[in-house]
């Protein structure tokens, strides 16, 4: 199981990559539940490529494909889900929604555990 946070700021990308899942922030989202799109795959994505002195940072653009799945998490009725991709099934769980402090603002993020099944 690894614990996955994606965060909701102009500060940080609001996608997680893990294993062979790209686990993007999607809308609708709030304080009590979140959706998220699921890619199975990424062309081009180097993590913290920040240069130095920049004043824009890396862009980042997605597009939906049949292998897209969209999925809604909650407390109550949809804490867990589980996709297969490929021939690897996994399953991701909701583990807490928050909020985090940067640069004098706080911004929402949420926790999911992802693990293969």
């Known amino acids: 199981m690894k614990r996955v946070r994606i965060k909701c700021s102009p500060f940080t990308s609001n ?4 294993d062979d899942l790209v686990l993007k922030l999607h809308v609708p989202y709030s304080d009590k539940e979140v959706t998220i799109q699921i890619n199975p795959n990424i062309q081009d ?7 130095p002195g920049a004043k824009i940072r890396q862009t980042i653009v997605t597009t939906p494909t049949d292998e897209t799945r969209t999925l809604k998490f909650d407390f109550n009725n949809m804490r867990a889900q589980k996709i297969v991709v490929g021939e690897t099934a ?4 909701l583990l807490e929604i928050g909020k985090e402090e940067a640069e004098g603002q706080r911004f929402p993020y949420f926790d999911f ?3 293969r099944e």
Do not use: A, R, W
């Open 113 to 115: 555990s992802v693990s």
């Open 15 to 18: 996608l997680e990559v893990d």
């Open 45 to 51: 994505y180097k993590e913290k490529n920040d240069n």
């Open 90 to 93: 996994y399953k991701i769980e």
